[in-house]
C-alpha cells in the first residue's frame, strides 16, 4: 500500500471503499449473485486508521448476506446489522441447504430474531431457498403478517424445485415496485402490493395463463415483465397489460409453427417498445413474421424483437427438418414499427434473412439486425447477406446494418445488448 493511499483524507476512504461494492450492487440485480470479494474487510485490514473510518462509516455495511447454516454467520449478520446502524440495507438470506436436519423451528427463530425487527430498514430482500425442506416453512413464515414500509426489491428463489408460498407482508409493502420469482408459486389472489409493481420476473414454470393473466391484471403500473409460458389452451384469458414497454418471454419449444403467433396473441400490450422470445424456432418466426395480422393483438410502438435459443436446445438445421413454409415477404404487419431485429442462436437464420433482405422482400423500416449464430452456420448467413448486398447494388435501395457473430463470443449466455460483433456490416 503506497504512501499516498495511506494519506488519503477519511471522506475519499470511504468513497473509494463503498466504489468497491458497486460491482456487489450490480450483482443483486444480475442473475448471478458472484461477487464474494467484500472490499469493507479488505479495507478495514489495512491499517488501525482505515479500520477505524471503515468500521464508521455504516453505508460500508449495509449490503448483507447471511446463510444460517455456516459457522460465524449469526455474529457477522450481527456486525452488519450493529455498523448499519439506522442505514437502509439490501439482505440476501440463504437457506441453509440440509436444513431439515437443524432443530425444528430454529431457522424461523433466528429470522424472527434477527432479521423482521430490521424490517423498517430493508430496501432490497433476497430469500433463497435451498433445501428438501419443501414446504419452506421456516424461512417465509416469519415475513407474512410484517410490514415492510421501506422494501423496494422482493426476490424469493427456489433452487431445489416448484412450490407454493404463502403471502408475504399481508401488512404492506406499499414501496414495493420489483419482484422477482423463481421456482414458487405465488398464490392467487395475489397479495395487495402487486398494486405498485412495475418489474415483475416470474420465472417459475407452474401457473396457467389463467392465473398468470389475473395477477398481472393486478399489477396496473407494470412496465417490465419476464414470464414462462409453458401452454396455450384454446381458450384461455389473455394479458391485458397497457402500461407494458419490456416482455420477455420463455416458451417451451415443442409446439408447432403456429404456436408462437397464438403466445405472441395472448398479449394486449400496445406500448410495447422491445420484446425478448426465449425457446423459439425459425419456422415459428417465419410464419409470425409472414402474418398480416394476428386475431386480437397488434404491436404499433414496438421497435425491438430479438428471438433466442441456447446453442444446445434445438437441432433443426442438422436433423433435416422442413425449412420453413412460410416466406417473409414484407414488412410484418403486426411490427410496423420494427427497426431493430436480433437473432440468436435461431434455426434457419440463413432463410429469415434471406427472406428479409432478399430481392422479393419489400424494403423494412428496419436499421439493424443483429445475428448471433453456430459456428457451423457462418459462412452460410454471410454469404446470404453479402448475396444481398449484390443485389441491392445492381437495383439499388438500402439495407439495414448487418451485425453478425458466432459461439463462443456470441454465445445465449453472453448475449448482451453492448456485446461486440465479429462482423457488422452496413451500406
Ligand atoms: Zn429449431
Known amino acids: 500500500m503506497s504512501h499516498s493511499v495511506l494519506s488519503l483524507p477519511n471522506?475519499?476512504?470511504?468513497?473509494?471503499?463503498?466504489?468497491?461494492?458497486q460491482d456487489r450492487i450490480a450483482d443483486l440485480n444480475s442473475e448471478t449473485q458472484s461477487t464474494t470479494f467484500k472490499s469493507e474487510w479488505t479495507w478495514s485490514h489495512v491499517s488501525q486508521r482505515f479500520r477505524d473510518v471503515v468500521v464508521g462509516a455504516p453505508e460500508l455495511w449495509a449490503l448483507i448476506?447471511?446463510?444460517?447454516?455456516?459457522?460465524?454467520?449469526?455474529?457477522?449478520?450481527?456486525?452488519?446489522?450493529?455498523?448499519?446502524?439506522?442505514?437502509?440495507?439490501?439482505?440476501?438470506?440463504?437457506?441453509?441447504?440440509?436444513?431439515?436436519?437443524?432443530?425444528?423451528?430454529?431457522?424461523d427463530r433466528r429470522v424472527t430474531r434477527d432479521i423482521v425487527p430490521q424490517i423498517n430498514r430493508i430496501r432490497w430482500l433476497r430469500i433463497v431457498l435451498t433445501t428438501m425442506n419443501w414446504e419452506h416453512e421456516e424461512m417465509l413464515p416469519p415475513f407474512r403478517d410484517v410490514a415492510a414500509p421501506c422494501l423496494q426489491h422482493l426476490e424469493v428463489v427456489s433452487t431445489d424445485h416448484d412450490a407454493g408460498t404463502d403471502a408475504l407482508f399481508l401488512s404492506g409493502a406499499p414501496r414495493l415496485s420489483s419482484l422477482k420469482i423463481d421456482g414458487i408459486t405465488l398464490r392467487l389472489p395475489a397479495p395487495a402490493w402487486t398494486a405498485t409493481l412495475t418489474h415483475f420476473d416470474y420465472s417459475s414454470g407452474?401457473?396457467?395463463?389463467?392465473?398468470?393473466?389475473?395477477?398481472?391484471?393486478q399489477c396496473p403500473?407494470?412496465?417490465?415483465?419476464?414470464?414462462?409460458?409453458?401452454?396455450?389452451?384454446?381458450?384461455?384469458?389473455?394479458?391485458h397489460i397497457p402500461t407494458l414497454s419490456f416482455l420477455h418471454i420463455f416458451i417451451s419449444d415443442d409446439g408447432g409453427a403456429d404456436y408462437l403467433p397464438r403466445v405472441v396473441d395472448l398479449f394486449h400490450s400496445p406500448a410495447l417498445t422491445?420484446?425478448?422470445v426465449h425457446g423459439s424456432h425459425g419456422d415459428q418466426i417465419?410464419?409470425?413474421?409472414s402474418l398480416k395480422s394476428l386475431p386480437h393483438s397488434s404491436f404499433p410502438a414496438l421497435t425491438s424483437l430479438a428471438f433466442l435459443m441456447g446453442s444446445s436446445q434445438c437441432s433443426c438445421d442438422t436433423a433435416n427438418h422442413d425449412h420453413p413454409s412460410h416466406s417473409i415477404s414484407s414488412p410484418p404487419g403486426i411490427f410496423p414499427a420494427l427497426s431493430h431485429l436480433t437473432l440468436i442462436n435461431q434455426c434457419y437464420t440463413s432463410d429469415l434473412i434471406r427472406d428479409i433482405l432478399g430481392p422479393a422482400s419489400q424494403p423494412w423500416p428496419l436499421k439493424t439486425i443483429t445475428l448471433g449464430v453456430k459456428n457451423i452456420s457462418f459462412d452460410g448467413v454471410?454469404?446470404?447477406?453479402?448475396?444481398?448486398?449484390?443485389?441491392?447494388?445492381?437495383h439499388g435501395g438500402?439495407?439495414?446494418?448487418?451485425?453478425?457473430?458466432?459461439?463462443?463470443?456470441?454465445?445465449?449466455?453472453?448475449?448482451?445488448?453492448?456485446?461486440?460483433?465479429?462482423?457488422?456490416?452496413?451500406w
Open 11 to 21: 471522506e475519499l476512504l470511504v468513497a473509494i471503499a463503498v466504489a468497491g461494492q
Open 65 to 107: 448476506e447471511t446463510d444460517f447454516g455456516s459457522e460465524g454467520s449469526v455474529e457477522i449478520l450481527k456486525l452488519y446489522l450493529e455498523r448499519s446502524r439506522a442505514c437502509q440495507i439490501s439482505v440476501t438470506l440463504h437457506e441453509p441447504s440440509g436444513s431439515h436436519l437443524l432443530e425444528e423451528g430454529l431457522l
Open 206 to 217: 407452474a401457473p396457467d395463463i389463467d392465473s398468470l393473466a389475473a395477477i398481472t391484471a
Open 221 to 239: 403500473l407494470l412496465v417490465h415483465l419476464r414470464l414462462r409460458i409453458n401452454y396455450v389452451a384454446p381458450d384461455t384469458n389473455r394479458f
Open 274 to 276: 422491445k420484446f425478448i
Open 286 to 289: 417465419a410464419l409470425l413474421l
Open 382 to 394: 454471410r454469404g446470404v447477406i453479402e448475396d444481398a448486398v449484390v443485389v441491392k447494388r445492381q
Open 398 to 426: 438500402s439495407l439495414p446494418t448487418v451485425q453478425l457473430g458466432c459461439e463462443p463470443a456470441w454465445s445465449l449466455a453472453n448475449w448482451k445488448e453492448d456485446i461486440s460483433w465479429d462482423v457488422e456490416i452496413s
